[in-house]
């Protein structure tokens, strides 16, 4: 079968690894051909094809003339190439959606809206995502109509929604976005040898020893709930006064961040680091904390805390995304409200015994090995040639 796809991703084309490329790595094999219609990349293309099968066509145009691209250029293709199913990214503006539904129209090859998550869903971070959110349930109104199915990535988040929001419930197709290395993403106990550099584990007489308490790793933007960890981790030190935060991303906040842990007097509780150079270090990050923190409003997973998981790091987190659904309070981490005072009781549930904390990073491992990367790609790739089967009135 032939796919074709709609995308956001503007890494790829410029030669970068990134996520997609990451995951077309093994999605691909489940296909005879991928194309990738994408918007116009920030600097000039030097990649077309990846994995020799997956062919990127970049935009000639910007955000204002991507509806019309996706639809010209798409239809071009499937009239040419003869897809069986159109996957289309559907998020902010919604164009990659409006221009696959008009491909859908005009060859009737039928098309799957992924809604990963609604911006200010379950909690707003601002008045920008209250907005965006009005925009989400207008899109998906119209494309209830009009689309095959809406792919959602947990259980208990987005298809009540979907379903509130009009959606019948035999087009809401749940199918997870995670997909995991475990044998990159381990406990320390499990490599053979102990991680080591900056971002390794500190220690004496061969015993490891985490060097942070909390890390949070993700964009400095609004919806991260940065200013709650912030005000939870003040909170935290006075009882705690050498208690450790990394706080791993870059992003818009950084400098209000920065301001932030300065006026609470927590220089020397904060580390900050922008950027890691590679997923081993990312993944040595996970085994040097005692816990990672997620106080996210809305998120589709996240891939982080699940990443930290698999190196058996307990997570701490507001029930968005998966969390809800993945994290048993007490056993695996522990969640959270959209405040920094219960983000702060949370936190002592998990660091307050160190040896109740590493059983919680045994089960955390343990209940998300049904993630691994093969597996959950395989269920994606199978969901959707399942779809176009259920749409052609043929087989796969």
């Not at 936190?347 to 990367?373: H, K, N, S, T």
């Amino acid at each position: 079968m032939r796919l074709l796809m709609v995308s956001g991703d503007r890494q790829t084309p410029v030669g970068e690894i990134g996520p997609f490329h990451a995951m077309q790595a093994e999605f691909s094999k489940h296909f005879e051909r991928i194309d990738v219609l994408c918007p116009r990349p920030p600097k000039p293309v030097t990649t077309r094809v990846i994995h020799g099968n997956v062919h990127f066509h970049p935009a000639d145009c910007g955000r204002l003339g991507m509806r019309g691209y996706i639809k010209r250029r798409g239809t071009e293709l499937v009239r040419e190439l003869g897809h069986g199913l159109v996957v289309s990214h559907d998020y902010g503006w919604f164009y990659n959606g409006l221009g696959s539904a008009a491909i859908s129209a005009a060859t009737g090859v039928p098309y799957l809206s992924e809604i990963h998550h609604v911006p200010g869903y379950p909690q707003a971070a601002d008045r920008r995502e209250v907005f965006d959110r009005f925009v989400a349930k207008r899109y998906i109104r119209w494309a209830s109509k009009r689309a095959a199915a809406f792919r959602v990535v947990n259980h208990k988040e987005m298809p009540p929604l979907l379903r509130s929001w009009g959606v019948p419930e035999e087009k809401i197709l749940v199918l997870g976005s995670l997909y995991i290395d475990l044998e990159l993403f381990q406990p320390v106990s499990d490599l053979g040898s102990e991680p080591s550099g900056d971002l390794g584990l500190t220690g004496a007489g061969g015993v490891a020893t985490p060097r942070w308490d909390l890390c949070f790793v993700g964009r400095l933007v609004n919806n991260k709930g940065l200013h709650w960890i912030l005000e939870a981790l003040a909170l935290l030190v006075r009882d705690a006064p050498s208690l450790k935060l990394l706080i791993l991303g870059r992003g818009p906040l950084r400098e209000r961040v920065l301001a932030d842990v300065a006026a609470r007097g927590l220089e020397a509780n904060v580390d900050l680091v922008e950027w890691v150079e590679t997923p081993k270090d990312l993944a040595d990050v996970y085994r040097a904390s005692r816990a990672i923190l997620c106080a996210s409003t809305c998120e589709g997973g996240p891939r982080v805390t699940v990443e930290a998981m698999a190196c058996g790091t307990p997570a701490v987190s507001t029930p968005v995304g998966i969390m809800g659904e993945l994290i048993e309070d007490g056993a695996n981490g522990a969640l959270c409200g959209f405040d920094a005072q219960s983000l702060a009781a949370a936190i002592e549930r998990v660091l307050g015994d160190e040896d109740a904390r590493l059983v919680m990073g045994q089960r955390a491992r343990a209940d998300v090995l049904q993630f691994e990367y093969d597996a959950a790609i395989a269920r994606y790739a199978d969901g959707c040639k399942q779809l176009a089967a259920q749409h052609s009135g043929g087989g796969s």
